[in-house]
């Protein structure tokens, strides 16, 4: 089992697990598979170009492709691009999730392993003051990185840290607990004691 800690419950974390091309894993990449079109510059969109490393992440996974998560100028988008070192081009920015708050909260973490793509994000008005966000989100992608099941909670502090055990990615914080596997998708899992 694997633990990750995140920064604090105001961010992101991309927790890329990538595993070599083809293969039995679930979510393992297999380029000859892959339906993205490479035909991108990376996109210079951000939400504050003045710091906009607090509001965009970027990470080279073990396979050599990249991933890219940033809110949107707009503020209430999470995009996601990925790189091809073969194409040596990144695809078109697609919408991971649209928030009904236009103010993400600042920090983005890019962590990879095994073929699977996990993000956490938060959206709301006070955060950069400290306040808790209004949405929490949880997102996951496999393979190619063109689909993404996402799960949000409304009113929750945020996910604190995030645990994988084989084909299992679990998400905990603030007396809640959610996990997601290759398999079964979202499901909420126990609360922590205490």
Not at 58 to 77: I, P
Not at 130 to 156: K, R
Not at 164 to 176: A, K, L, N, P, Y
Request: hydrophobic share 35%; aromatic share 10%.
């Amino acid at each position: 089992m694997t633990t990750l800690p995140t920064r604090a419950s105001l961010g992101v974390l991309l927790l890329a697990l990538t595993a070599g091309c083809g293969g039995d894993t679930p979510g393992a990449y297999d380029a000859r598979a892959d339906s993205s079109v490479y035909d991108h510059a990376a996109a210079d969109d951000s939400f504050d170009l003045d710091f906009r490393h607090q509001f965009e992440e970027q990470a080279t996974l073990s396979d050599g492709r990249k991933v890219r998560l940033w809110f949107a100028r707009s503020g209430d988008r999470l995009l996601e691009q990925h790189y091809s070192p073969d194409e040596q081009a990144w695809t078109e920015p697609q919408v991971v999730f649209v928030s009904d708050e236009s103010h993400p909260c600042q920090g983005i973490d890019i962590v990879e392993e095994n073929g699977i793509v996990a993000a956490i994000a938060d959206f709301g008005l006070w955060c950069h003051e400290g306040e808790p966000p209004m949405q929490s989100l949880a997102a996951v992608s496999t393979g190619d990185l063109t689909e993404w099941d996402v799960d949000v909670v409304e009113g929750f502090d945020g996910w604190t840290s995030l645990t994988m055990d084989d084909e299992q990615v679990r998400w905990t914080g603030h007396g809640r607990s959610l996990s997601w596997t290759s398999d079964g998708g979202f499901g909420e899992g126990e609360s922590p004691a205490g």
